[in-house]
């Protein structure tokens, strides 16, 4: 079966560093979307982060030139950089099996449990 699993959230202060990583079984991502989203306290669903089957990334406002998106075997990790009290929240791992992309919900099909970071003032 196909699974989604991210790992690596915690507290961290803000101006700090985390890497998400996202462990994926059940089938091969080279080909599909891969996305990283997440929901702040009382928010809408954000997409951040993608990467296409053909390696293009693409980046929201909110975290362009602070958040890097990448791919290796199964495994996709967001690496968050200069971390701000508003990039608290829920981070999600997603793919896209018609590698559509984009940062849109619509896209993607297959979803992980989240998990938590909070960045501390």
């Known amino acids: 079966q196909l699974q989604l699993v991210e790992s690596g959230g915690g507290l961290v202060q803000s101006g700090g560093s985390l890497r998400l990583s996202c462990a994926t079984s059940?089938?091969?991502?080279?080909?599909?979307?891969m996305a990283w989203f997440r929901r702040a306290p009382g928010k809408e669903r954000e997409g951040i982060s993608c990467?296409?089957?053909?390696?293009s990334t693409h980046y929201s406002d909110s975290v362009k030139g602070r958040f890097a998106i990448s791919r290796d075997q199964n495994m996709v990790y967001l690496e968050m950089s200069s971390l701000k009290p508003e990039d608290t929240g829920v981070y999600y791992c997603?793919?896209?099996?018609?590698?559509?992309?984009?940062?849109?919900?619509?896209?993607?099909?297959?979803w992980g449990q989240g998990t938590q970071v909070t960045v501390s003032s």
């Open positions: 059940g089938f091969r991502l080279d080909h599909w979307t």
């Open positions: 997603a793919a896209d099996p018609t590698d559509e992309g984009g940062l849109g919900l619509y896209a993607y099909e297959y």
């Open positions: 990467v296409d089957s053909d390696g």
